[in-house]
């Protein structure tokens, strides 16, 4: 299969254009001049990856506001199973495809729903941007900072309204604190617990980093399965023997794919915290580690993991066998402290947050927002920013070291090795579809 850009885009466009002519409606969804969608217009999406998270209910839906009509995946079994899915949930059929750009380049699909690997989300995400496409797509949001930086660009430049599949900040109980994240944005905002503050994200507080996402090393060459198109599966990544260890549920513990617990947990919890601080549009200037050293294949476990920002603000995530002493804070600020349940050493806690000015109000609705074209409360501005804190940390611990870096210039400081994890290289012609 030739998988150059040029030469796909060529074929794509041929296609295209012998089709049939549209109605209006169509050509703005497909990203055309007049960019027209009406509110009242049911919209049409399409999936890549249907094995996994691509088939959870949030994603493998059809109904009156959003149609589901093309899939995709690399796994012809997975391709089958949601094929089948879709006719007996939904009572009608979905284009299938087994390259992800047909997909993208379908002028029937209007929102482009990213459930792959993390290796794949940049060039996925920048080349719907460019077909014209609304996206919605899995965290985290690129596997590498400098990837996150081209879909920013990509999706600006092209006018496209952008999800990040993550949402703490916005609705559900956060953590194991009793409350969804607002009334801890109010007392943030408030000042009553003083400044600068330390958020510490721990198991005392409900959360887990699911350290079973752990790569093996020395992995033996297994044969491929039938199947399964293992070169469009590696894509821009490093060839790799395969394994099965490598593919599908457990390639979470693979640097070359995604990056451990870290990567797969790490921007649910660190994003709302973003929010909370007020640095959707900042970042941290330092990460500190405390970690074994990691194998250079395969991903490991990590004790704590400190983001300092520049005026003081920390984030301190607690590992496997990180063990706090005493009753730990979740927000501790120099005039007061929040605890798991809520509890406050802010007397009648509760009673003053009401009496306090709501948060700014964000859209919350995807499809609501790709109709009325109105930014979607976690876009690609804030996701970027919050994905860029997770990378920060996956590449102090790939480097085994601390690592300072320049939230201006949004390089690390002093260290051209973590520097050259900003960008990496990609197999083949790959690296032409996140440019």
Known sequence: MDKSRRSFIKKSTAAVAACTILPREVFGRMGGSNNFIAPSDQLTHGIIGVG?????????????????????DVDSNHLKSAFEAAKEQFGQTARTYSDWRELVHDPNVDVVHIA??????GIMACEAARAGKDIWCEKPMTRTIGEGKRVLEAVKRNGRVFRLNTWFRFKDTFYGLGTTVKPLKKLVDSGLLGWPLTVRISGA?????????????????????????YDMWLGPAPYKPYNVHRTHQTFRGYWDYDGGGLADMGQHYIDPVQYILGKDDTLPVKVEIDAPQQHPDAVGTWRSITYTYGDGCKIILEGEGYESEGKVPYIEGPLGKVYKGFECTIPNVMNVINELPDPKIEETDFI??????????LDESKGFHSSTVVNMGVCALRLGRNLEFDPVKQMFVNDDAANLLIDQPMRGDWANYIK
Not at 116 to 121: E, F, G, Q, V
Request: charged share 20%.
């Open 52 to 72: 996994g998270i691509g088939r959870s209910d949030s994603h493998f839906y059809s109904d009156s506001s959003c149609r589901l009509v093309a899939m995709c």
């Open 368 to 377: 609501r927002a790709v109709g009325s074209r109105h930014q979607f409360s």
């Open 116 to 121: 792959t690997p993390p290796h794949w989300h």
């Open 205 to 229: 507080t409900g959360f887990a980093w699911k350290f079973f996402w752990v790569g093996k090393e020395n992995l033996d060459p297994q044969p491929v399965p039938e199947c399964l198109d």
